[in-house]
């Protein structure tokens, strides 16, 4: 920002357990006083949080984005309320005015000291006066108190950018090619005389080392994990070691490795939490600690970004930087853009600007034109428009869903009323799914597994016995049980690399089994001793999600420990009629861990988000059976009473009913996502969009179906029979 700048400063001083005090300096004066400010209750705070990412999820509805925003705009409220009060408001207006009339750049200025108000979300300011969002006007940056300030950098154009993209074998799963098209191609209309992004080769710090020192860069684009370390008091982002395990690289190593590419000036921080400050420090977040470690600006997430929300706003920045705007009004004209693009959508204020120096001009753009950046804004809604419309598939995957029209809940059954039984869809004479193996178990099947990383299947059902098969030798090569009494096995999940197995038991215990040695290494009790329907690994294999009777469904970690219940409360339907949720036969994550789908004897798929907030109800006429995610994560598929298995698109509509012809009791995808059901008619049923192109030979009723690679699945049946089945 240039000199004559007009910046009204808030400082924001915590001088005791909540005993607050601020102190507001402008160009017409100065004022103080004890501040009043609203208790930051964690529910609070957590309510927030959980509805800004609701907020962009793929799956939303009309009504539910003026409920989303109501907590956010009534604490933004208070906040704006409690620090613009009287005399600070009258500087702010005299100040403002000020520069509307000259035509002078404004800017507001937190300056806090003071963990608790530090976890405030100040972005989300609400002045009442205006009806709307500051940060969605002017200006709104963190100014962090260091020591020698730096001078901006003459830049000429073109904008250099390093990205960075971390994924270590230990951490959640990044798409790493996905991320990396998705970015360049949100750039690629700025065109290379403008910015220009490079990917870094390798995912080790020596490799961050080795590009610093080659190459000029501007500005560092980190999409990656990264977090705090108390006992060190600094922040740090992951990179990966040779064994391909994350390696923690701190503020300080990170300001060495970059210390000799004098023109950095800028980090952009796409990583989990990288903005947030924790209970510890006013630097103790990522991104604050990387300021005082030298960066002269950050810009970092307070909260998870959905991907859309995020290319949008990277596209806008950099557009707007390019263009000679200003760091913290490019950040501005970037919030805007993401408002107006993505209706109904709150991550716009997600992002959170540090500052190391009052000045926000970091950069100097020597070939920017006046022209040019007056019309930065409106070059940036064009190619954000542009930008939407191409991460849009049939059906639209736009992650905010204001356009959404309210969901018709299809007539209610009574509960006792028996499902009544389908014609099967008509089918060609000849199907191509052939059996290639058949084995025998002791007793019913209820549920199967794959483990296609060392091509063998599990299995288990009535007898309590976990049988592990071969597919090269045809022959049970592991069996876990019980030493003492069989207790009948519902569901079971195997992790990627097929070394250990989750069971739900009947007799309330969740066991986890080490398929090498044959024993069970962990067990729990479900809660309220509630007899378990069935168990998921999450993606990256660190919880289970239990299904339960009793309406309720359990989160647990690796050891056992509840981390999380999903209560399913009884719903209304048109009729004024509770409907009882009863037992949650199905529950499942998303392939990118921020949801959990459940569905229950009521009819309600569910949806909820990683924290435990439901977010979403999906109503069918009969009992989900059974629930499954597109390996994409677009698409779910729900198996019902009804005979029908129902793809769900993004919008939360119903994008197509497949006609299975019986109840439909397991659900799953293939590899290539193709998916597959099963059900008491003894056949499953492989469907390429709305239409079943093969199916088995009839064989006992299924009770699961599991998808094990490329158009290959499994078969789970009543006749004590698991069955292997490839398309030719």
Known sequence: M???????????VEHAPGVYYLTCQSPFGETNFRLEL????????????????????????RGAAGRLEAPIRQLGTDLCDAVLHDESRELFEI????AESTRTPFQLMLRIRGTTLAQLPWEFLYDRRRGDYLALNLPVVRYLDVMQPVAPVTV???????????????RDELQVATEKEALSAALAPLGDDQVQLSWLEGSGWEHLWRAARRASWHILHFIGHGGFDEARGEGFLEFVDDDGAARQVYATDLGRLLHDNDSLRLAVLNACESGRASGVDTFASPAASFIRRGFPAAVAMQYEISDPAALIFAQALYGAIASGVSLDRAVTDARTTVHM???????????????RSRNADVFEVKDASRASAADSQTDNLRRANDLVRTLKAPPPQVRAKASVPPQQKPPERPPQQKPPERPPPAQPRAHNLTETHRFAHPGPVHAVAADPAHRRLFAAGELGEILCWDLDTAQVCRCCRLPDRAAAVRSIAVTRDGRFVAA??????????????ETATLSFRTPGNQAGRCVRFAPDESLLVVGCAGALALIADRYGRERLRLLHRPEVDDGGRPRRPGDVRAATFSPDGRWIATGADDGLLRLFGANGQIAFRFPHPHAVLDVAFRPDGRILATGAADGVARLWNAHGEVQA??????????VAYTADGRLVTGGADGIARLWHEERAHAWTEPAGAIAAVAGRAEKSLITAHADHTVRVWELT
């Open 2 to 12: 240039s000199p004559e700048a007009v910046v009204v400063q808030l400082d924001l």
């Open 38 to 61: 609203p208790e930051p209750e964690s529910r609070r705070l957590q309510a927030v949080e959980t509805n800004v990412l609701r907020s962009g999820a793929q799956l939303i509805t």
């Open 95 to 98: 100040s403002l005015r000020h």
């Open 156 to 170: 000429k154009l073109p904008l250099r950018i390093l990205g960075v993209i971390s994924h270590p074998d230990d």
């Open 341 to 355: 693009t993505q209706p109904g959508s709150l991550e716009w204020g997600t992002p959170v600007l540090y500052l």
């Open 504 to 517: 739900v038991h009947d007799d309330r215990v969740v066991r986890v089994w080490d398929a090498e040695t």
């Open 657 to 666: 009913r497949l006609n299975h012809g019986s109840a439909v009791a397991s």
